[in-house]
């Protein structure tokens, strides 16, 4: 065995082991200053001294010495010579220092400036004399020759790679390791000898595998699964053909039985006849082999499938280890005291996903400390603890994963929140009072949003809750917020546990079909006359007792159609608490399929669209985004609601698009006004001057007369010069909004940033 291959082989083994190793040892160092202390040191001083032992051997000295260095600190805190305080910091400084010499290994052998530092300092704390670094310059001996194991090579950066079960293979032959180096210092009271090169390198029932390798795993198992799926269609398709043999064999044979034929030929059909029906027989044990075969093989690769979604699974632990002592230090800084509690840290996510949920919940955590928890003074007049508790709660329901961040902090208080929005002038106070108890706590997802007057390190500048937000729903998930004021905030992510495979709901929109997650289905149902019903004006229709949004997907989504049935098919979907009915064309199917990133710039950034599948029928599914959706709705909603006494004005829309005028239409009727449409400026001056109009809203780029000309014009003649103008466009540079504006008209509105709340205002302020 080639001795240089296996060396930068355990090297990198001990690189990957050391790693978790040390998150371990950190974990356990938070664990001194709480109840199972004992417990918690033992663990500590076991994994301590394998790494000692492990990066001797490797010839790792300084490693090995650092870790000797934590032993002695970890002796003098357990025999009382040393505060657990100090000895707890000073051993999550030499982790970090620990964690830079595990990356970079080419300082692990000589030592560096840090990691010599970090050395005396322990030495300082445990009460030990410092024994010089083998290869130090002022020793009066030179050391011993290195062995060849020694030299650490350069650091190979490595693709990322994940645990997967594997059957368990042998640990690798040590003999060709070169010995290990001298021992600095003779092994103190209750040490042990450093353990064996297989006990360092033995593997688990886990190997590492590219992550890379399982994406295309994950893809490839999904367009089997299509193609499998296509083979069942393709099948279904053969029987037909079979029997339209069958059938057409049988007509001709009766034909025969109604003909005077000559025995000849009799004779002749009854060989005929046979050879049909031995055609039949073999037609159909066929056509079951087949079908057995073909249902095999689909029953194999959703196997296939889901054992491959299963080992892009990582533990949340992955993260959620360095939780307690970032807590810890951000709580220190605050000079308060806070207990970290996780549970179920064991269940798995998508390692795509990984990212995205630890900065989410760092969000949340630096929150909690800085925002929800009191300080130990205030939490002492209240009669709490004087440490606060911050608890993470995960669990799986379906194929959804719940992480619930809960503080027993302040709350939310949703009055100082309206009145935060109206300082900031995110609302207005009319508006504010609209707002619902759980509306008004909605306002932390606001961007920006902050109730700190000051910026402080910890809560860094008012960015957070919107970031969480967005994060969560980029996954398809969602964000829900239950507080109590004096009791604690409970902040509640809802996520999909895999993002290679989903179950979607399909239905169908003219002649193609769309699909959304099933997570976020509710139920499906046939849109009764009787059950609807109209809310403010906006239309709704009853579900379970309660309400719910009725809303025609395709003019949502900006397609043609609507409600053609008296009894329309609808989906009702949900994100967090907003229910609403999806009035669709018709249902397709449910089932699983592998996501696929929007291609091409036609969908790629487009709103409501979440990625792609393909179907057995070689048509691409459009999976939607749902929250985008739901969010849609609400603006769509919600000014409705809020003043349900509004004058309900007359408006003429000029654009010569169909689509924008549908769209902007839908978009004034949400807002319970009644519109008439003109295809271009020309138009919309003749329709003027013959009826009256509360409110004109004209886009820019149209045919015969521009949106500019339209206004100057309008302006120009005084029986209509006191309509107020809106103009819509897409153009949205300075210059462009400077020259509506100059031509005499009262509000410039981008299209790209059109909404129902952004157009109620518009017209709020000028009717």
Known sequence: MDTEALKKSLLKKFQEVTADRLQKIQLGVLDLEKETADQAADDVARELHTMKGEARMLGLAAIGQLAHAAEDVLRAEREGRTATEIATDVMLRACDVLSDLIEDLSGANTGTSSSEEMVRAMEEVSGQAAPALPGARPAPTPPPAPAPVLAAPPPVAAAPVVHVPAPVVAAPVAQPVAPPPPATHAPGKGE?????????????????????????????????????????????????????????????????????????????????????????????????????????????????????????????????????????????????????????????????????????????????????????????????????????????????????????????????????????????????????????????????????????????????????????????????VNSRIGRGTTITLRLPQSLALMKVLLVRLGDDVYGMPAADVEAVMRVKPEDRLEIFGTLAVRHRGKPTALVALGPLLGLNGGNRFDRPPAVVVRHGEDHAALVVDGFVDEREVAVKPCGGEFLKGAPFIAGTAALEDGRIAVLLHVPDIMAEVRRMARPVTQAPAAKRLRVLLVDDSPIARATEGALVKALGHMVEEAQDGEEAYGKVQNNSYDLILTDVQMPKMDGFSLARRLKSTPAVARIPVIILSSLASPEDKRRGLDAGADAYLVKGELGVEVLAQAIDRLT
Not at 334 to 345: G, M, R, W, Y
């Open 192 to 480: 042990e000898e450093a353990p064996s090169a297989a006990k360092s390198v033995i593997a688990d029932r886990t190997i590492r595998v590219n992550v890379e390798v399982l994406d295309s795993l994950g893809l490839l198992a999904g367009d089997l699964l299509v193609e499998s799926a296509r083979g069942r269609l393709r099948s279904s398709e053969t029987e037909a053909l079979f029997e339209r043999f069958s059938r057409l064999g049988d007509r001709f044979m009766r034909l025969a039985e109604h003909l005077e034929l000559p025995t000849e030929v009799r004779t002749l059909l009854d060989r005929v006849e046979s050879d049909l029906h031995m055609l039949r027989d073999d037609a159909f044990r066929f056509v079951r082999r087949n079908d057995d075969g073909i249902n095999t093989l689909h029953g194999n690769l959703s196997k296939m499938a889901d054992h491959v979604a299963e080992a892009r699974l990582v533990p949340l632990s992955t993260v959620f280890d360095a939780f307690p002592r970032a807590v810890r230090d951000m709580a220190r800084t605050q000079s308060k005291e806070v207990d970290l509690l996780i549970e179920n840290a064991d269940i798995g996510v998508d390692r795509s996903m990984l990212g995205d949920v630890r900065d989410a919940l760092v969000h949340l955590l630096r929150n909690a400390v800085d925002h929800g928890l009191e300080s130990p003074e205030t939490r002492q007049a209240l009669g709490k603890p004087l440490t606060g508790r911050i608890r993470i709660r995960v669990r799986v329901d379906g194929d959804m994963l719940h992480i619930e961040v809960e503080d027993d902090g302040r709350g939310i208080d949703p009055e100082r929140l309206r009145q935060v929005a109206i300082n900031k002038r995110l609302i207005t106070a009319v508006q504010a009072a609209a707002l619902s108890e759980r509306e008004a706590i909605e306002l932390i997802f606001r961007p920006g949003f902050s109730t700190r007057e000051q910026v402080s390190e910890l809560s860094g500048r008012g960015v957070g809750m919107d970031v969480v937000k967005r994060k969560v729903e980029t996954l398809g998930g969602s964000v829900g």
